[in-house]
């Protein structure tokens, strides 16, 4: 099955038809796939790991939405679970109890959280945090890292990873000077400069120039340097938050943030989000204190719904799954690349994995920036006709979940072994 045979589609007149009323076609910019030279898979439906296009082809899936999937698409329990809140009513605009036990789930998994606060995006929780940070410190700078992406927040776009690493966009137009002179970028494993910063947002394992893992120490050298300058930490967690272990990288890693920022797995698939951290802190947002942060759909009973569902299907036992399938499946490529002689190189933890078109993992985004994305985006494509679904950019992690079979990396590995052989 070729992609001239897919292409000849509904996916492609969803796809011109999409691109006359949608930005390049799509609602988030790396859905296109531009960067690996093809057009979007418009999908049908998701069915626990896999994926069916309008057409009928079937995927395996290792973007799983990229990220909020965990638990596959479409699991029973919390198909059942966002159907009957539905059923109760899908908005109402004043507290229900779902909220506040999704809040306990947290403080209780997430060694950094007394109080949370939730929101519909991880890009709005990020912007939130960094507001609560610059009212508690009365400061204005923020530290980031390059290839760090924290959301499209105006301040933090400047050498963001992701869709801007995937496009070769530095920063975005409309975001003012000001907003710019407000960060300042390090590159990851580098020493923060010396000043008043507000706050250090990192992700501890950075995910979004693909996985790049921080070498020992460094989270708590951040910490170090937080302290000793009076900026706040804090840990961006989207991404590893539930995934990486209950408790995030931070319990992992034996690093607490001041505040964290969490997203995807904490909705289930649903739109939510959450900052979370030190009561003292958090105390200060509204209306507890006078650092205004609000939202329509906030704490949204469905989302709240699925966020719940999800977190109770991750035990122990599913932590070992998620750390045996990104391990076996990143050893997998790693040996199918050794054996067709092409330069990549793997690199796993638990519930994420990225290959690299490299020779070495890269260590910074000045590393991860000079992958072959040209080799990248054959692989990609070749993948596709074979019906593995991949990220379409070097820049993104894989997303293993508890739907994913041994079975599923068997056959991405065999496709893998065919594609990088024709590379
Ligand atoms: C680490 C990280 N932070 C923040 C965000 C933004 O989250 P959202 O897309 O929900 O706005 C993302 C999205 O991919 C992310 O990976």
């Known amino acids: 099955m070729g992609s001239g045979a897919r292409l000849a589609s509904r996916s492609a007149a969803a796809y011109e038809r999409a691109v006359e009323l949608l930005p390049g076609g799509v609602n988030s910019p790396v859905r296109a796939m531009r960067q690996i030279g093809r057009d979007p898979v418009f999908v049908a439906r998701g069915e626990g790991a896999e994926l069916v296009d309008v057409d009928g082809n079937r995927y395996v899936d290792w973007v799983m939405s990229?990220?909020?999937?965990?638990?596959?698409?479409?699991?029973?329990?919390?198909?059942?679970?966002?159907?009957?809140?539905?059923?109760?009513?899908?908005?109402?605009?004043?507290?229900?109890?779902?909220?506040?036990e999704l809040a306990a789930e947290v403080v209780e998994r997430v060694p950094s959280a007394e109080m949370v606060r939730m929101?519909?995006?991880?890009t709005e929780a990020s912007m939130s945090a960094l507001r609560l940070a610059r009212a508690a410190t009365g400061r204005d700078p923020i530290v980031k890292f390059a290839g760090a992406y924290h959301g499209h927040v105006d301040g933090l776009l400047a050498d963001a990873?992701?869709?801007?690493?995937?496009?070769?966009?530095?920063?975005?137009?409309?975001?003012?000077?000001?907003?710019?002179?407000?960060?300042?970028?390090?590159?990851?494993?580098?020493?923060?400069?010396?000043?008043?910063?507000?706050?250090?947002?990192?992700?501890?394992?950075?995910?979004?120039?693909?996985?790049?893992?921080?070498?020992?120490?460094?989270?708590?050298?951040?910490r170090g340097y937080a302290d000793a300058t009076g900026a706040l930490l804090i840990?961006?967690?989207?991404?590893?938050?539930?995934?990486?272990?209950?408790?995030?990288?931070?319990?992992?890693?034996?690093?607490?943030?001041?505040l964290t920022v969490l997203g995807k797995v904490i909705g289930g698939g649903l739109p939510a989000a959450a900052y979370a951290g030190r009561?003292?802190?958090?105390?200060?947002?509204?209306?507890?204190?006078?650092?205004?942060?609000?939202?329509?759909?906030?704490?949204?009973?469905?989302?709240?719904?699925?966020?719940?569902?999800?977190?109770?299907?991750?035990?122990?036992?599913?932590?070992?799954?998620l750390d045996q399938l990104a391990r076996t499946l990143a050893a997998g490529l790693e040996e199918a690349a050794r054996a067709a002689g092409v330069?990549?190189?793997?690199v796993g933890t638990t519930g994420?994995?990225?290959?690299?078109?490299?020779?070495?993992?890269?260590?910074?985004?000045?590393?991860?920036?000079?992958?072959?994305?040209?080799a990248?985006?054959?692989?990609?494509?070749?993948?596709?006709?074979?019906?593995?679904?991949?990220?379409?950019?070097?820049?993104?992690?894989?997303?293993?979940?508890?739907?994913?079979?041994?079975?599923?990396?068997?056959?991405?590995v065999a496709a893998a072994s065919e594609v990088l052989a024709e590379l």
């Not at 802190?281 to 205004?292: H, I």
């Not at 330069?343 to 793997?346: R, V």
């Not at 994913?404 to 991405?412: K, N």
């Open 343 to 346: 330069a990549a190189s793997a």
């Open 352 to 374: 994420l994995l990225t290959l690299f078109f490299a020779p070495e993992p890269p260590r910074d985004y000045e590393q991860a920036k000079a992958c072959d994305t040209d």
């Open 376 to 412: 990248y985006a054959a692989f990609c494509r070749g993948m596709l006709d074979r019906g593995i679904y991949l990220p379409p950019s070097q820049f993104e992690a894989w997303f293993p979940s508890l739907a994913h079979t041994d079975a599923h990396v068997e056959r991405t």
């Open 279 to 321: 009561r003292d802190l958090m105390e200060q947002v509204a209306p507890a204190g006078d650092v205004y942060q609000a939202g329509t759909l906030s704490g949204n009973p469905l989302a709240t719904a699925a966020g719940l569902a999800t977190l109770r299907l991750l035990d122990e036992r599913a932590y070992a799954r």
């Open 66 to 100: 990229w990220g909020p999937l965990i638990a596959g698409h479409a699991h029973p329990e919390m198909v059942s679970a966002v159907s009957a809140a539905a059923a109760a009513g899908t908005s109402f605009g004043a507290p229900t109890e779902g909220e506040v």
């Open 161 to 222: 990873g992701s869709g801007l690493a995937t496009q070769g966009i530095p920063a975005s137009p409309g975001v003012t000077a000001a907003q710019a002179e407000d960060t300042v970028v390090v590159p990851w494993g580098a020493s923060p400069p010396d000043i008043e910063a507000a706050a250090v947002i990192c992700e501890p394992y950075p995910a979004n120039m693909g996985l790049v893992l921080p070498r020992d120490g460094y989270l708590r050298s951040l």
């Open 235 to 258: 840990f961006d967690e989207v991404i590893t938050g539930f995934r990486v272990g209950p408790g995030g990288a931070q319990q992992r890693e034996g690093v607490t943030p001041d």
């Open 119 to 122: 929101t519909s995006s991880g």
